[in-house]
């Protein structure tokens, strides 16, 4: 284990290193959040019921938007090839990747959440399920966006690609998770179970999905 | 601890012929339609030091990549017996973190010792120490070039070193500090095989591997 967790105190440091990053995505975070209301206008029982979809919306955009260039400074410093003989393998280095992505995008914006729900006057006994629901779905996107930033290294698009890939796999999440969130049944809910579900095929596929994109990406266009 | 290693390329842990320890056979190339390497054979045992040289758009680089596992082969085979370390044009360091953070960080994920002594003995093998505590985003790209290959020491005697223009950017003082690095690295039982000119590691007496480059 000791490589992979090598790997992700390199990101780590790297995260530290361009911690303004991190302060540019919470902000995004809280403006999408400040929108919604301008947009829709000051009704209250219009904008009771939106606090959690608002959320969801705001953290999926949030996350996604930093994944654009994941593996895009590895490949270019030459990092990726090292990777590829070294003992961690390109399957480890993917997981290592979404771990530390997570620890600095997915964990300040749960830490935001609170805030950001007091903010929306969603009432206290649903923060529980909103933030256990959140912290899987989080997680889930990661996942996601580590699938969605390996097969776009591979094709030398960018980000539009991406995210024409990505948004669409993230349904089940959104639905799942909002439903979770809004569960009145306490913090287990089924939806919680089968946002789980999703969460738990996305940890078995995305590290061998972006191995493989990674792997592709090098022959077809690489030096 | 791999997950998904598809090296295309055979690479036996065991060397099926005798005692080469770097074996290539009858190995071919595509690099999209095109065959960059024809039907090469290649054999470099324990203390060899190899040039690989020809034109631009001979396949240097696509033959160490190869080698490294990083471009599948055609046909043929590869197998080396040795851990492999490669250098290629990018020098694989992190700009916003120290050189030294980033050789301990490489040790790591290889597996390599990464105490206090091993990594200052890797820095001033080739003269790094000076600004190893530097960002290596203010570093020149000679400097780069020399953690690159101070890098180097931190890994097994017995390795295969793929060198892929080493001297780039690297000023005439350096280029002699390498040589010195390689010929001990040979001396010490490992091999290299490195893209560059003849007068590499001079001293040392390299073989020689031409490759003629597309043949029309």
């Known amino acids: 284990m000791k490589p992979f967790f090598a790997q992700i105190e390199r990101d780590l440091l790297i995260a530290w290193q361009n911690r303004q990053d991190l302060g540019v995505m919470l902000v995004f975070f809280v403006i999408i959040i400040a929108l919604f209301p301008l947009a829709i206008g000051a009704n209250a029982t219009v904008l009771d019921p939106l606090g959690v979809p608002v959320i969801w919306i705001a953290a999926l955009l949030a996350i996604l938007a930093g994944f654009d260039r994941l593996f895009a400074q590895d490949v270019r410093d030459g990092w990726l090839d090292q990777i590829a003989l070294s003992q961690l393998g390109l399957g480890w280095y993917a997981l290592a990747k979404a771990v530390s992505h997570w620890l600095t995008a997915g964990l300040p914006l749960l830490i935001m959440t609170p805030l950001m729900a007091m903010m929306l006057n969603i009432p206290l006994q649903q923060w529980p399920p909103l933030l256990v629901a959140l912290l899987i779905g989080s997680m889930g996107l990661t996942l996601l966006g580590v699938i969605g930033a390996a097969l776009a290294e591979g094709a030398r698009r960018g980000t539009a690609l991406m995210a024409l890939l990505i948004l669409p796999l993230a349904v089940p999440l959104l639905i799942f998770g909002t439903l979770a969130s809004q569960s009145d049944r306490g913090i287990i809910s089924p939806h919680l179970m089968l946002l789980g579900a999703v969460f738990a095929l996305l940890l078995a596929l995305a590290p061998l999905v972006a191995a493989s994109a990674l792997e592709i990406g090098e022959t077809e266009t690489g030096l | 601890m791999t997950i998904n290693n598809h090296t295309k390329t055979t690479r ?47 396949g240097k680089s696509t033959l160490l990549r190869t080698i490294a596992g990083r471009l599948p082969a055609a046909a043929g085979d590869i197998s080396c017996a040795v851990p492999i370390i490669y250098v290629g044009h990018t020098d694989g360091l992190s700009g916003a973190i120290s050189g030294r953070k980033n050789l301990a960080g490489w040790a790591k994920i290889n597996g390599f010792s990464t105490t206090e002594t091993a990594i200052d003995t890797a820095l001033s093998s080739f003269a790094t120490k000076r600004f190893a505590d530097l960002p290596v985003r203010v570093l020149s790209r000679g400097q780069r070039r020399r953690l690159a290959i101070a890098r180097l020491a931190l890994a097994p005697a017995d390795s295969l070193w793929l060198l892929d223009e080493p001297n780039a950017g690297l000023d005439q003082a350096s280029s002699r500090i390498l040589d010195d690095i390689v010929q001990k690295h040979a001396t010490a039982g490992g091999m290299v095989l490195a893209a560059t000119h003849l007068d590499f590691a001079a001293a040392a007496k390299p073989r020689s591997l031409h490759l003629p480059g597309l043949v029309t």
């Open chain 2, 12 to 58: 036996k842990t065991a060397p099926s012929t005798a005692d080469n320890l770097l074996h290539i056979n009858q190995l071919s190339v595509l690099r999209g339609m095109v065959l960059v390497i024809r039907n090469l054979s290649h054999q470099q045992n324990a203390g060899d030091i190899c040039c690989l040289t020809g034109p631009n758009g001979a």
